[in-house]
């Protein structure tokens, strides 16, 4: 299901925007946003055609499609051993979105909230946009290294309201620990904050590193958390605009839903996303446990590969399919390199600016390793090549 | 295509929320929601279905996938003799959405927005949303009074910095004429006003009655209007989330997409919904057309139905799939009458209150007749009775 040839370049370099095959050049290889380049599993396809054979594309309920909700809750309970209900489930136009609603639902203007450094820009974006102050922590890239929480205590204000946490963390691959998730959350319970966990890349994890949501922890923990999920990292529905928010205290879930704008229809989610994402959940678990298979080959690929380019470092993930290169030792910063890659090697990777990922991204780039054996070995060859030429 | 075999009631009642079929218990007929009771186009559901069949839904661009934007520009020019540019429409996750990105580009905090009243109360919300003031201009809810501009005059203050439009207007059903909307055109140009105007009824027109778009009428007026649609009253999808704002000076355009959030991917149109609006544009238009006839028909069978009840006044709508009855003979307000012909009569109607259409709608409902003629006739015997107890 994962080789070269189950991936169709002409589909791509006609659909696949943000970065992907249809903005790049023909002859470059982007390995930039974190989108896969397989097709989507078979019965996601099949549930968005039978449902649109009725040809109803009637209003939504404000709230979700109650099969969508019921999935997600047993989704929830049954592979995160996180008792969640379908009643504080809102599903949400992507999780991007999900994160700006729990920022506009707990947040107030001057408000602060913390967020690691690296990682993705959308929190620090979001509680900005929301009128509310980031506070950065920074954050080893080596994923193995323990993340200490005393690092936490000097950023706690009276306006301290909320921790976001994005596990597993884009773009160094940190599984958090189960000791690690617990000492967070009662950090946040000692604090009285709100933990905004992320876990959009929770579906992809590396042997031996397994997922823990600090939502199963304990009940103390779970309900000062709100958790934002989606499908497109872990099942290709970036176009599709699908993703959920879980609540667990009844006043969390009724200010979502008031941030959300569903009421007014201003915003709302997508009836035909909706059935999509309930067949990722119910019908295309064999379809994720082999794509987590390909993944982990070619991670160990890829993470090898880049070690042995002269000036390039790199951890192996313990999750999400990306590699986040150390390049201090080319002595370029990540731009030139970026430049470099990709004028001469014709290979595009994400550059790690502070707008991307925060101060504690320079240096690096991030790459994404979703694609094929075939399709990352000859860019692991231009990324040589053209590393060589510097030198 | 349109006759009662035509509509599927147990997908309605599975499917059909925001008031409808789904939302009323079995045996209330729901005129509620302006959503058509018919299956959608069967080229939409073609549409859909091939390009689901390729598996790929990946990210799609910032701006909106060439091909709809493309098909929309076509549109405007073809059939609405708008000279719009693909470069400077963006799709948007419905006309809802659309309206509120409008409000924030072109609204700071305590600027004013002229509205009619009665109208759809969206305008106003968003208005107040993004932090400025709606002011509202009475407008009669008879469609063939001739709007008279001067009503407006007392309304400008040096903070008014739009005037929203909708055309055709709900409730009333009013089609602007030409000369109305060319004085509205040359008073935002004395005033230097941008015109918001919401057009997602403009394909819903009654003969003789024909929709102009007011940017269709000049150049110093098109310049400075942002035109707003959607395809949930013309083709019912309303649950795929689509629509489009288009503007005629880049400077609004570029406004525009910084206040979508499309960049950070925080908000986007989905791309299966955009596939699905370029049917609608490109091979449904002897579907609308056949709609559209059937909507004629059955908003005569409706209005004189409605006027044959004791104490019930209302006019023939010129456009839009709805009908606006004066209830005050009744000696009920909106909300009382409601609940009568809801408990009653069973039959769910929109009370005229001020939160959904401002104060010129008390002493009114609103009924959808987007329905067979068996079912209105059904609903319209069931209103008559329950009128008839209360006298």
Known sequence: MFSIGTINLEILQKNAYNLRWATVPEGVIPLTAADPDYPCAPEITESIIKYAKDRYFSYGPTEGQPFFKEAMACYFNNKRNIPASAAFILPVDSAAFGIDVVCRAQ?????EAIVFDPVDFLFKYAIEKNGAIAKSCPISTDPSDYFDITKLQSLVS???????LCNPLNPIGKVFKRSELQAIGEFAIEHDLTILSDEIWSEITFKPFEFVSIASLDEKIRERTILVTGFSKSHGLAGLRIGAIAAFDPNHYKSIVEASFHESTIHGSNVLSQVAATAALNQSEYWLTA???????????TINGLNAINGFSCHFPQGCYLAFVNIKETGLDSATLYKQLYEVGKVAVVPGLVKWFGKGAEGYIRISFATSHEIMAEALERINNSINQIH
């Open 291 to 301: 794509f987590k298979e390909h993944l982990h080959s070619i991670r160990d690929l």
């Open 107 to 111: 947040l107030e203007k001057g408000d």
């Open 158 to 164: 009276p306006r301290t309201k909320m921790i976001c």
